[in-house]
């Protein structure tokens, strides 16, 4: 960029000099042209070579499982990995379908299932839980296109399918490189799981959960004895507490509950999350908030006076001088409609970008299509919608959505739809699960605008866990590196809990940086004594 603009420059101020002069500008600007045009080469090798790293693993394409079940009614979950539909690849043995959340004869509750073996025989001593947000989204949204074997990465540079890839591709930095992996679509009431909602909080979500669990070790009993770490996304941040949580508080699962990884987590109330921080967000990334004058004036004065303008600087301080106050609510934790700030500039914003994406600010048009429909439908069919694609992963032959329609809770008092009534995991059973667990890794994407990082910063500062409120020592900028890119972002360890921020990536991190979110996975298994690479 600065190449092409002081040839720009060069090219202008010789705009009055001889013709020699002027030709000699328009030489001097093909050139930083060029340079561009290069140096974009470069790049696209570069990521061509970084996706196909683990094309050849050493000793060719793993043949077998690194891992087999003796028990005759694992049989039927077998996936053949050459014939899944649409995949031109050998994509190796997995295990799918539906397993009920009880062994009771009339439980019509059961939740699907895709169990992947590790890479690698060293291991298998681990077993990664995953699990999508929503409420009531699919974690095979997270197995297709975030950190699956198979994945679509949106950023994949091939220069001959741009925007979106046409086809499935092999993923490098797949989770099952470093454990066994178990992608589950929970809780009832979400993609191909089957039967009624019965849940009105995430007590009663991790109790299906763990009776899911133990459902599927009685088949796939070889896992047995496992250590197993939580992880998932978004609203993932209230699940995967819960369920760790109660997986501590109620002994008795055959599986070794280790720790747990939380990205882009909702932990707080959406003031935090999202109202606080939209403003100084949004004047972070004018860029690509190229709003008028008039209307970052009216912003800023909500901003003065609903509190937010220095709220970051007055309270998310290191350590914090107390619990952290509520503003803009008027005694209840919801924002009071003139002190809106998120939803005024996701408007606006998508008025001046029709593509804008909630979930990646950087996206402008035109619309990348997903395989998925998800978040906008721009594709012609729906993968695990096709009838061959549900066939070939024994899955049941219904509309499968992304993220559903109708509401996975239950309203108690009238059977109804519901909402969840537990209380943000920061301020009930988070704390807990990281004194209980040997690392609790949180990480966060600087492009998510539907959570803020700055929100998730707050809502840190406002728990207390380990015997104190908050970190002690503020979390220092480029603190975060990846091995042959550089400094990839900010991070922080204290009191065993783990928190790292992402340049660039938008809500779903391990389909923005793969590479980044790859590395605190295996930081959160032991395997490397830092995220930083
Ligand atoms: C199954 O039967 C038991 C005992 O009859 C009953 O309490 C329970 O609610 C039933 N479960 C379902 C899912 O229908
Ligand atoms: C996947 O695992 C293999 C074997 O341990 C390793 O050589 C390779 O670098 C790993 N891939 C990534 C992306 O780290
Ligand atoms: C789910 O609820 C519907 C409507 O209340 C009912 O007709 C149906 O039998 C229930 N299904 C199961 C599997 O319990
Ligand atoms: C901070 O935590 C306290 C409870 O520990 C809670 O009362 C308060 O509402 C929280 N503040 C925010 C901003 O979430
Ligand atoms: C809270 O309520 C008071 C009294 O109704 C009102 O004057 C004030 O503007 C409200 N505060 C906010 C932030 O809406
Ligand atoms: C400035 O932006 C706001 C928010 O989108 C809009 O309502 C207003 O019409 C804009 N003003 C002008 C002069 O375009
Ligand atoms: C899903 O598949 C069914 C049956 O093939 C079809 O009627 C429906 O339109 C599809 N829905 C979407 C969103 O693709
Ligand atoms: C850290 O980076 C942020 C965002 O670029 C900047 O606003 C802040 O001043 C930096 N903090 C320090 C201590 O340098």
């Not at 009055?16 to 000699?24: E, R, T």
């Not at 950190?147 to 086809?167: E, V």
């Not at 039967?195 to 088949?219: C, H, K």
């Not at 720790?259 to 882009?264: H, L, N, R």
């Amino acid at each position: 960029m600065r190449l092409l603009l002081s040839a720009l420059a060069t090219t202008l101020a010789c705009f009055h000099l001889a013709d020699a002069a002027v030709n000699a500008g328009a030489a001097d600007a093909m050139d930083g042209m060029q340079n561009a045009l290069d140096i974009q080469r470069e790049q696209m090798t570069r990521m061509s070579n970084l996706m196909s790293s683990a094309k050849s693993p050493p000793g060719g394409p793993a043949k077998g499982s690194t891992i087999t079940f003796k028990n005759p009614a694992a049989k039927k979950f077998e996936v053949d990995g050459t014939k899944i539909p649409l995949v031109n690849f050998d994509a190796g043995p997995s295990w799918s379908g539906l397993m009920p959340i009880s062994g009771a004869k009339n439980e019509t509750r059961k939740l699907f299932f895709w169990f992947w073996p590790a890479n690698n025989p060293a291991d298998t001593k681990d077993l990664i839980f995953w699990t999508n947000g929503g409420p009531g989204c699919s974690s095979l949204e997270g197995f297709l296109q975030e950190n699956g074997p198979i994945c679509k990465p949106i950023h994949f540079y091939n220069p001959a399918w741009s925007w979106g890839q046409a086809a499935p591709t092999p993923n490098p930095f797949s989770w099952t490189n470093l454990s066994h992996v178990l992608w589950v679509e929970q809780p009832v009431g979400t993609g191909f799981s089957q039967g009624n909602a019965t849940i009105s909080n995430d007590d009663e979500l991790a109790a299906q959960l763990m009776g899911f669990l133990e459902q599927f070790l009685d088949v796939f009993s070889e896992l047995k004895g496992n250590n197993l770490w939580l992880t998932g996304e978004s609203y993932a941040g209230f699940y995967v507490p819960y369920i760790a949580n109660w997986i501590y508080e109620h002994p008795g699962l055959d599986l070794n509950l280790k720790g747990i990884w939380i990205a882009d987590p909702s932990l707080s109330y959406g003031l935090v999350q999202q109202e606080i921080p939209a403003l100084r967000f949004a004047q972070a990334n004018k860029n690509l908030f190229p709003f008028n004058s008039s209307f970052w004036a009216q912003l800023q004065q909500i901003s003065d006076e609903c509190g937010y303008t220095d709220y970051l600087d007055k309270f998310v301080t290191y350590p914090p001088a107390g619990q952290l106050p509520l503003v803009a609510t008027n005694g209840t934790f919801t924002v009071t409609p003139n002190c809106r700030m998120h939803s005024p500039i996701q408007r606006a914003i998508g008025l001046l970008n029709p593509v804008f994406d909630v979930y990646r600010v950087s996206d402008t048009f035109p619309n990348l299509w997903s395989v998925l429909g998800f978040p906008r439908a721009t594709q012609e069919f729906i993968y695990f919608n096709r009838t061959d694609v549900q066939d070939a992963i024994h899955a049941p032959h219904i509309e499968w959505q992304s993220c559903t329609d109708n509401t996975v809770y239950i309203n108690p008092l009238t059977g109804g739809p519901g909402r969840d009534t537990s209380i943000p995991s920061t301020l009930s059973v988070l704390p807990n699960v990281i004194d209980k667990s040997v690392r609790t890794v949180i990480v966060h994407g600087l492009a998510d605008f539907i959570l803020i990082a700055e929100g998730t910063r707050i809502a840190i500062q406002n728990m207390t866990w380990g015997g104190a409120q908050g970190f002690h020592t503020p979390i220092e900028n480029e603190t975060f590196t990846v091995k042959n890119m550089g400094v990839y972002g900010n991070m922080h360890t204290e009191r065993k809990l783990t928190y790292v921020e992402f340049f660039f990536s938008g809500h779903m991190t391990p389909q923005f940086v793969p590479w980044a979110a790859y590395n605190t996975i295996s930081y959160l298994l032991g395997r490397q004594p830092s995220p930083s690479t």
